[in-house]
T-cell receptor
Framework: GAVVSQHPSWVICKSGTSVKIECRSLDFQATTMFWYRQFPKQSLMLMAT?????????EQGVEKDKFLINHASLTLSTLTVTSAHPEDSSFYIC?????????????FGPGTRLTVT | TQLLEQSPQFLSIQEGENLTVYCNSSSVFSSLQWYRQEPGEGPVLLVT?????EVKKLKRLTFQFGDARKDSSLHITAAQPGDTGLYLC???????????FGQGTTLQVKP
C-alpha cells in the first residue's frame, strides 16, 4: 500500500511553453500533498504544500504564478510550470500525506525529470 | 540556516566496512525519518522514529533517535554495494505533515 505515482516520468519542452505534472495517490486519500525540487546530488527542497480544496502554500522564494498547483481531489495534485525556462530544468518530486492517519510519514512519487530547451 | 545538519555529505567505503551517518539539529522534532534514494527515483522510507532514545533495527541498519529528539543516527554494519545511494534524514514538526530535510549523504560502497 501507500503508492504514489507521477506522470510524466520525464518531459522535454521548449522554452516559453507550460508543462503539467500529475501526482496521484493510488491506494489512499491525501488531503495534503507536497511538491519538491531536487538538483543533482542534493537534497529535496520543498516548494509548496498542496491542500485539497484550498490554495497551495508556497515556500519563501518560490514564485506562485510560475508554479501553479491545483489539488482538485483527494487523490490528485498537479504542478504546472508556466512559461518554462532552462533554469526550471530539474527533478520534481511529489509526496502525499495520508488523510486521517496519526503518522508523520509521507510517501513519495518516483519523480519527474523536466528538461527545458 | 540549515535546520537539520547531516554529516558526512559524501562517503566512499569498501564493502564490509561499517559507517554512521548523523543528523543534528538545535530544534526538537516530533518525528525523524530516514529515506534512501537512488538516482532518478523518489525517496523510499526506511524508518520513522518518534520517541526520544528510540532504537530501531532494519537488518544491517540501526537507527537511533536522540533522547532530546534533536538528533538521529543511521549505522550500517558490513556495508554492501547495494547500500549505495543518497540517504536523507527528515524531521517532522507539528501536525502539518511538513518535513524538513537534511542535506543528504551520498554513500558509495565499493566491491
Amino acid at each position: 500500500g501507500a503508492v504514489v505515482s507521477q506522470h510524466p516520468s520525464w518531459v522535454i519542452c521548449k522554452s516559453g511553453t507550460s508543462v503539467k505534472i500529475e501526482c496521484r495517490s493510488l491506494d489512499f486519500q491525501a488531503t495534503t500533498m507536497f511538491w519538491y525540487r531536487q538538483f543533482p546530488k542534493q537534497s529535496l527542497m520543498l516548494m509548496a504544500t498542496s491542500n485539497e480544496g484550498s490554495k497551495a502554500t508556497y515556500e519563501q522564494g518560490v514564485e506562485k504564478d510560475k508554479f501553479l498547483i491545483n489539488h482538485a481531489s483527494l487523490t490528485l495534485s498537479t504542478l504546472t510550470v508556466t512559461s518554462a525556462h532552462p533554469e526550471d530544468s530539474s527533478f520534481y518530486i511529489c509526496s502525499a500525506y495520508p488523510s486521517g492517519r496519526l503518522s508523520y510519514e509521507q510517501y513519495f512519487g518516483p519523480g519527474t525529470r523536466l528538461t527545458v530547451t | 540556516t540549515q535546520l537539520l545538519e547531516q554529516s558526512p555529505q559524501f562517503l566512499s567505503i569498501q564493502e564490509g566496512e561499517n559507517l554512521t551517518v548523523y543528523c543534528n539539529s538545535s530544534s526538537v522534532f516530533s518525528s525523524l525519518q530516514w529515506y534512501r534514494q537512488e538516482p532518478g527515483e523518489g525517496p523510499v522510507l526506511l524508518v520513522t522514529v518518534v520517541t526520544g532514545g528510540e532504537v530501531k533495527k532494519l537488518k544491517r541498519l540501526t537507527f537511533q533517535f536522540g533522547d532530546a529528539r534533536k538528533d538521529s543516527s543511521l549505522h550500517i554494519t558490513a556495508a554492501q554495494p547495494g547500500d549505495t545511494g543518497l540517504y536523507l534524514c527528515a524531521g517532522g514538526r507539528g501536525n502539518t505533515g511538513k518535513l524538513i530535510f537534511g542535506q543528504g549523504t551520498t554513500l558509495q560502497v565499493k566491491p
